[in-house]
């Protein structure tokens, strides 16, 4: 019984997970929308089942040791959500109570260190640059690192850009229709920081002057989808500093960020800054949002190119954005959009998913990357840096050649007249 929950011993967060929990009528339509129970087949590992032993913890019925190894195996990719007729608010529940019921004794050391590393080094850019280009180096030696951590290895590119921070201010093309900030995100500013500047051209074209606050920090999702609630709530309180309360959007490009963000009011929950937290978070919108208000200059092809959308579960699922990017993708004319099987599926990246389930990630990555390959697609389209690294690194591994790219970079080659060069034409 939901009485029994002591919502008042769990913090702010407690009247959350309670509310949660008493939606959720064990219907059944979420398990075949959840790639861990598709992969497992386990009632434990299906949101319902994951529902059922957060009830019994927080009831005091069940050692939260016992739950955690089916916890952990969430990718928190909120699919459920879609699919639930009850509107079950699942990702508040599973990060509220990773936030009150951090249970390490169940992991192995190398996956603690992994986990340690990603959340000392990623949210953090110069620290992610240094660990990144020791890796590179240290990548040429996968086979002489411990077993334990070659997922993180694995995960490493080629090569590292060397990027240069996009300008504070970029001006509108033409007529100024509006003005936007830009948060920039942590990863993606090291490993793919010409997303950044191919958003920025963009929205420049579409009339939109770009600001960039020098203030910005990470935008703390990592942080909060692990569990460490403190850390994401310090990092949440520097950016609404950084961004200020003018009533002026904040654009990401990250599926990722753009949930977090959206988040803001929960990680702030019971603190000061809490309705600061959720105004904040009525002004974070997509790229893709913000951009389809908007008219671009034409954009044409010089013979037809099939590109395949990839939904990130951030942006269809716990953002409900799904019809934007494919609607900018049209305006290409020459373009025809290919849609993949079983898209609701999560590629596997999901945070720092690949380096605490690498197995599991693996699978549902080599997964993602075949549904593309026999899509029969040119190039494949998504938004958010996660996806792209994990769908890269299985594409290359199936020996695919297929470039991935963020939609703001597809966009931005088309409107040079360049989108033809990012893969040869089929016969």
């Not at 009525?282 to 949002?289: A, E, I």
């Not at 299985?394 to 966009?411: D, K």
Request: net charge neutral.
């Amino acid at each position: 019984m939901l009485h029994r929950i002591p919502t008042q011993t769990l913090g702010p967060r407690g009247e959350t997970m309670a509310e949660a929990v008493t939606r959720c009528v064990h219907c059944g339509f979420c398990l075949p929308t959840c790639p861990t129970y598709d992969l497992l087949g386990d009632e434990a590992d299906s949101p319902r089942g994951r529902i059922f032993l957060m009830k019994e913890v927080l009831e005091g019925n069940l050692p939260a040791e016992q739950a955690a190894p089916h916890i952990d195996r969430c990718l928190g990719c909120v699919s459920c959500q879609t699919s639930c007729p009850s509107g079950v608010p699942y990702g508040d529940l599973i990060s509220s109570y990773r936030a009150s019921h951090q249970v390490v004794t169940s992991r192995s050391l190398f996956a603690r260190i992994r986990r340690r590393i990603a959340s000392w080094t990623v949210p953090y850019p110069r620290r992610f640059a240094w660990a990144m280009r020791l890796g590179i180096w240290s990548g040429r030696l996968t086979a002489l690192a411990p077993k334990g951590l070659r997922p993180l290895v694995e995960l490493l590119p080629a090569s590292l850009p060397d990027p240069e921070p996009p300008p504070e201010i970029s001006a509108a093309v033409g007529t100024a229709r509006t003005e936007v900030m830009l948060h920039i995100g942590c990863a993606a500013q090291v490993l793919n920081p010409s997303i950044t500047s191919a958003a920025i051209r963009v929205m420049n074209q579409a009339g939109v002057t770009v600001r960039v606050p020098r203030d910005q920090v990470c935008c703390g999702a990592l942080h909060w989808h692990i569990g460490s609630a403190d850390r994401a709530a310090k990092l949440a309180t520097r950016n609404l500093a950084a961004f200020g309360d003018a009533d002026v959007p904040i654009v990401t490009t990250a599926a990722g960020c753009g949930s977090g963000m959206h988040e803001y009011a929960l990680i702030l929950k019971g603190e000061p800054q809490e309705s600061r937290g959720a105004d904040f978070a009525h002004r974070v919108t997509d790229f893709s949002v913000l951009l389809e208000r908007f008219e671009l200059p034409p954009m044409a092809t010089s013979r037809p190119i099939r590109i395949a959308y990839h939904d990130a579960c951030h942006l269809a699922h716990a953002q409900r954005v799904r019809q934007p990017p494919r609607d900018l993708l049209l305006r290409i004319e020459g373009v025809t959009l290919v849609e993949l099987v079983d898209p609701e599926f999560c590629c596997g990246s999901a945070g720092t998913y690949n380096i605490d389930q690498p197995e599991i990630a693996a699978q549902l990555g080599r997964r993602k990357a075949q549904a593309i390959i026999d899509s029969d697609c040119e190039a494949v389209a998504l938004g958010n840096i996660g996806c792209q690294v994990q769908i890269e690194q299985h594409l290359r591994q199936l020996g695919s050649s297929i470039p991935v790219l963020h939609v703001a970079q597809i966009l931005d080659l088309a409107l040079q007249g360049r989108l033809e060069s990012i893969t040869p034409a089929i016969p």
